[in-house]
């Protein structure tokens, strides 16, 4: 069975920058389509950078040119760089995964795995 485990949040100002992790036990990570998602209070979980088990990686618009997800293999671990932050950027962090991705790469159920998320909170 597949664990996640996020870490790396906190508060920061605006115009900060955060790096998140992600833990992945009981698999390989390389197998697996890898993401970070996003929800804040009151709106739906929405997915902002996927990287895939052929290594593409994708960017919702919002965090396009200021976020970065990356992995290593070697620590079996997911990353979000967080740059120039946004207030519009609090939230809970999610890292999930998934063997593939059949269909849009930002849908909820398209990820089987999920962590308990970090709480990221941007004050301006």
């Known amino acids: 069975q597949v664990q996640l485990v996020e870490s790396g949040g906190g508060s920061v100002q605006a115009g900060g920058s955060l790096r998140l992790s992600c833990a992945v036990s009981g698999g390989t990570l390389s197998k697996y389509s890898m993401a970070w998602f996003r929800q804040a209070p009151g709106k739906e979980r929405e997915g902002l950078a996927v990287i895939e088990s052929d290594g593409s990686t994708s960017y919702a618009d919002s965090v396009k040119g200021r976020f970065t997800i990356s992995q290593d293999t070697a620590k079996n671990t997911l990353y979000l760089q967080m740059n120039s932050l946004k207030p519009e950027d609090t939230g809970t962090y999610y890292c999930?995964?998934?063997?593939?991705?059949?269909?849009?790469?930002?849908?909820?159920?398209?990820?089987?795995?999920w962590g308990q998320g970090t709480q990221v909170t941007v004050s301006s």
């Open positions: 999930a995964a998934t063997i593939v991705i059949m269909g849009w790469v930002f849908a909820v159920p398209e990820y089987n795995y």
